[in-house]
C-alpha cells in the first residue's frame, strides 16, 4: 500500500528511481488535475501551432517535382509554437517543483490548488530568467563540442528546486547548482540517463498506435499520393497529442531530480535531520 514519501531522505540512485515512481502514483490524481488545468492549454497550443507549422509545409510540396517546397513563414511557426512549448514545459517544471515543495509540509489531501499555484506565481519570473540564463549558457557550450552541453544540462538540472525551495535568485541558484552536483555528477547523470529511457519508453507506448494508423494507411493506400495529400491534417490532428503526452511523461523526470535534489541536500547538509532533532525538542 502507497504512503506518502519522505522527501529530506538520504536515498541511493536505484531508491531514487524507486521513490519518484512511488511519488508520482501516490500524488497522480491531485498532481496531474494542477498540470492538465495549467501546462495542458499552453501545451496544447504550442502542438496545434506546430502542427500548423507542419501542415503548411506540406502542403506547400509537390511530390511530382523535385522543386524545393516554398517554406515562407514556417521558420517563423515554427519558433513560435517552440517558445510556447518551452512555456508549457517551464510551467510544468515550476508547478512539480511547488507542489513537492508544499507535500513537504501537507499530506496529499491537504494540498490545494492554491497552494501551489501561488508559489509559482510569485516564482514565476525567477524560473523564467533561469530557464533563459540556461538555455543560453547550453547554447553556447554546444559549440564547444557536446560533452560540455551534457556536463552542464546535469549540473543545471536541480536548478528549479533550488529556486522552489530555497527562494533563491536566477543567478545565485546557478552558483548553488555546481555546489551541490560537486561529488554526485555521475549519480545525477545515471538517473536522467535511466529516466531519460523509462520516459521515451512510456511516450511511445501511448503514441505507438498514432505510428500503426499511419503505417497502415500507407501500406493499404492504392494511390500513395491520395495519402500524402492527406498528411497535413494528419500532422494538425496527431501532433498536438504527441506533444502534450511527450511533455507530461516527462513530470517522471522532474519528479526525480527533486527527489534528487533533496537526497543530496541532506546528505550533505541534514536538513532534515535538524528539523526532526527540532520538532523532539519542541515536543519535549
Not at 536515498?11 to 488535475?33: A, P, V
Not at 500548423?52 to 511530382?64: A, G, H, P, Q, V
Not at 489531501?109 to 533563459?132: C, H, P
Not at 536522467?192 to 494508423?213: K, S
Amino acid at each position: 500500500m502507497l504512503s506518502e514519501i519522505n522527501l529530506r531522505q538520504k536515498r541511493g540512485l536505484g531508491n531514487i528511481i524507486s521513490d519518484s515512481f512511488n511519488y508520482l502514483r501516490f500524488h497522480f490524481k491531485s498532481l496531474f488535475k494542477i498540470l492538465l488545468f495549467v501546462c495542458g492549454p499552453i501545451l496544447l497550443l504550442g502542438g496545434i501551432l506546430l502542427g500548423i507549422s507542419y501542415s503548411n509545409l506540406f502542403k506547400n510540396m509537390d511530390f511530382n517535382s523535385a522543386a524545393s517546397p516554398i517554406t515562407s513563414g514556417f521558420g517563423l511557426g515554427l519558433l513560435i509554437s517552440f517558445v510556447i512549448i518551452g512555456l508549457g514545459v517551464l510551467a510544468l517544471n515550476g508547478i512539480i517543483t511547488e507542489y513537492m515543495k508544499v507535500s513537504l509540509i501537507k499530506s496529499r489531501t491537504e494540498i490545494t490548488f492554491n497552494d501551489v499555484i501561488s508559489g509559482f506565481k510569485q516564482r514565476f519570473w525567477k524560473y523564467f530568467l533561469a530557464m533563459i540564463i540556461v538555455v543560453i549558457i547550453l547554447f553556447v557550450s554546444m559549440f564547444f563540442f557536446i560533452l560540455p552541453m551534457i556536463w552542464l544540462g546535469i549540473v543545471f538540472s536541480l536548478i528549479f528546486f533550488i529556486i522552489g525551495v530555497e527562494n533563491t535568485g536566477s543567478f545565485e541558484s546557478i552558483g548553488r547548482c555546481f555546489k551541490l552536483v560537486k561529488g554526485y555528477w555521475w549519480r545525477t547523470f545515471g538517473l536522467h540517463f535511466l529516466m531519460g529511457l523509462i520516459q521515451t519508453g512510456l511516450t511511445y507506448a501511448f503514441i505507438l498506435p498514432v505510428y500503426i494508423i499511419g503505417a497502415a494507411l500507407m501500406f493499404s493506400s492504392e494511390d500513395p499520393m491520395l495519402l500524402a495529400e492527406n498528411l497535413p491534417i494528419v500532422m494538425m490532428i496527431f501532433m498536438p497529442f504527441i506533444i502534450l503526452i511527450g511533455s507530461l511523461s516527462y513530470s517522471l523526470s522532474s519528479i526525480a531530480s527533486g527527489i534528487n535534489y533533496f537526497s543530496i541536500v541532506e546528505v550533505k547538509e541534514e536538513i532534515g535531520l535538524k528539523e526532526r532533532i527540532e520538532k523532539i525538542e519542541t515536543e519535549n
